[in-house]
């Protein structure tokens, strides 16, 4: 599969200089170049006379055609949610979307200004706006019809069972919680396909603004879109607000947050606790697979093991009946 191909790519980090000159070259850019680390590509920030932005450096392995797609989906935001706080597109100076770099694509956006979340620890109030922007995203990505990701994609957590395999790897001490989260999964009924989600709401992709009345400044990195059911859009984000004593609170305003901007079917919520559940579950999965490829990469691929692990060491104290009562209670419904 593409992404696993991309996972497992090693390449020279490119010369600062030769990409200076590359921004130069095609879209007229000069300034200073920021490193950031990254996982499938390169990123940089560049910082102009009049202005910053993002540089991203495809990965060797990555698909032009997939890079086409992502490019696609920030216009169609731009577009059809303008309010939201997306990267926009920077054209080169003959108007392409992007430019080649000795056979990778290189791409400019817009820089957006904001603290990123990993760094703050939202309250309850924060957590709500965080589900409210999700909803409204996943809104105006329901009206997206052009291309789409083809194949299966390893971070779909409806698809958590065609990995299977990689609970084999995973440490003996918390295996179990795992292969129970999969055995849950494999029972699961509900439908694969849906619409274009981002799928990766993480703390790492979301620029906020800490105690102001607009909390969520930038909505970043769509490289994990997918076709599947909004719902595993709440799961993921979701998930990442598990490891806290006051989680109830927290994980359950972004849920009402976004449950009160995009009503919730009854069907959807009784799934959310299994698709959050495997969502975390994919985390220990893909990280400690990872970990093990490149351990040269520990800090930056192992960054969210921790909260996973105790995420789901969170769920797994509660029955399928309490976790779904917990969903009810954050709809504002009866448990």
């Known amino acids: 599969m593409e992404q696993n191909r991309q996972l497992q790519a090693h390449w020279a980090p490119v010369s600062p200089v030769a990409l200076m000159q590359a921004l130069r070259e095609h879209y007229g850019l000069a300034g200073t170049l920021t490193r950031f680390t990254s996982e499938c590509d390169e990123t940089f920030r560049l910082d102009g006379a009049e202005a910053r932005y993002t540089v991203?450096?495809?990965?060797?392995?990555?698909?032009?055609?997939?890079?086409?797609?992502?490019?696609?989906?920030?216009?169609?935001?731009?577009?059809?949610?303008?309010?939201?706080?997306?990267?926009?597109?920077?054209?080169?100076?003959g108007g392409e979307p992007c430019a080649d770099f000795g056979g990778r694509v290189l791409r400019v956006l817009s820089w957006l200004d904001g603290q990123p979340l990993c760094h703050h620890l939202p309250d309850a109030s924060e957590a709500r706006q965080i589900g409210t922007a999700l909803a409204r995203l996943d809104q105006g990505l329901a009206s997206y019809a052009g291309p789409v990701p083809d194949?299966?994609?390893?971070?779909?957590?409806?698809?958590?069972?065609?990995?299977?395999?990689?609970?084999?790897?995973?440490d003996r001490r918390w295996r179990d919680l795992v292969l129970r989260v999969l055995d849950e999964a494999a029972g699961d009924s509900g439908p694969w396909s849906g619409q274009l989600i981002h799928n990766d709401f993480n703390p790492h992709n979301l620029l906020v603004a800490p105690h102001q009345a607009s909390f969520v400044t930038g909505i970043i990195d769509f490289g994990d879109i997918v076709?599947?059911?909004?719902?595993?859009?709440?799961?993921?984000?979701?998930?990442?607000?598990?490891?806290?004593?006051d989680w109830a609170d927290v994980a359950g305003a972004l849920i009402g947050g976004y449950h009160a901007a995009a009503p919730l079917r009854a069907e959807e919520q009784a799934r959310l606790p299994m698709l959050i559940a495997a969502r975390l579950a994919l985390?220990?999965?893909?990280?400690?697979?990872?970990?093990?490829?490149?351990?040269?990469?520990?800090?930056?691929?192992?960054?969210?093991?921790?909260?996973?692990?105790?995420?789901?060491?969170?769920?797994?104290?509660?029955?399928?009946?309490?976790?779904?009562?917990?969903?009810?209670?954050?709809?504002?419904?009866?448990?």
């Open 227 to 245: 076709c599947a059911p909004r719902i595993n859009d709440l799961a993921v984000a979701s998930a990442y607000h598990l490891a806290r004593p």
């Open 151 to 170: 194949g299966p994609m390893l971070w779909d957590i409806s698809r958590i069972g065609d990995h299977a395999s990689l609970a084999d790897g995973v």
């Open 283 to 335: 985390t220990l999965m893909v990280t400690e697979w990872r970990a093990r490829l490149h351990p040269d990469n520990l800090d930056y691929i192992l960054r969210n093991h921790p909260g996973a692990l105790e995420g789901l060491r969170v769920l797994s104290a509660l029955s399928m009946a309490d976790r779904r009562a917990w969903v009810a209670r954050s709809c504002g419904g009866v448990a």
């Open 56 to 93: 991203k450096l495809a990965n060797p392995a990555q698909d032009a055609g997939a890079l086409a797609i992502q490019t696609a989906v920030l216009r169609h935001v731009a577009s059809h949610a303008p309010s939201l706080p997306v990267p926009r597109v920077v054209l080169t100076l």
